[in-house]
C-alpha cells in the first residue's frame, strides 16, 4: 500500500535521472513492494542495483553481467524492463513484514557512464486498532 508521495531526491551523478522516493504505510502481516524505477524513456546503462536497509544493512544486489543476489532471507526482487529489454530498475519486496521491518530503505542505481543514484523509500509499520462497537 503506498501513500502520501514524499520524495527524498538525492542525486549523486545521474544528471536529469531523479528517482523518487516514497513513504510506504503497512501493518504487521502484510507484503508489501518498494519501488525503485527509472522512467522508460532514459537512455542509460545500469550496471548493478543495490538495496539496503537503515544505511547499513545489505539486502540485495542485482548486476546486469553477474545476475541476482539476495543478502536477506525475507525479501526477493523483481527487476522491472521496457519493451525493449532495457532495465529500468527493480521492485523490493517484503514478505509478511513485522515491526522491526520499519525503516529507511535505499536503493542505488549504478549507471555508466553518469555514476550513481540513491532512491531512499522510507516504510511505516501501523498497529491495527480494532474498535469494538456497542
Known amino acids: 500500500m503506498v501513500s502520501n508521495f514524499f520524495c527524498f531526491i538525492f542525486l549523486i551523478g545521474l544528471q536529469n535521472y531523479a528517482i523518487p522516493g516514497v513513504t510506504v504505510e ?3 502481516g502484510q507484503n508489501i513492494s518498494l519501488p525503485c524505477i527509472l522512467e522508460d524513456d532514459h537512455d542509460l546503462k545500469i550496471t548493478i542495483i543495490e538495496w539496503t536497509k537503515n544505511g547499513a544493512t545489505k539486502l540485495a544486489v542485482y ?3 553477474h545476475g541476482l543476489h539476495l543478502h536477506w532471507p525475507n525479501v526477493t526482487v523483481q527487476i522491472k524492463r521496457s519493451s525493449t529489454s532495457k532495465t529500468l530498475g527493480t521492485y523490493l519486496y517484503l514478505h509478511n513484514v513485522e515491526k522491526w521491518d520499519s ?3 535505499a536503493c542505488t542505481i549504478a549507471s555508466f557512464p553518469f555514476g ?3 532512491s531512499v523509500t522510507s516504510l511505516i509499520l501501523k498497529k491495527i486498532v480494532n474498535y469494538h462497537i456497542k
Request: net charge negative.
Open 63 to 65: 548486476s546486469v553481467v
Open 103 to 105: 525503516g529507511n530503505y
Open 26 to 28: 503497512a501493518v504487521v
Open 116 to 118: 550513481s543514484d540513491i
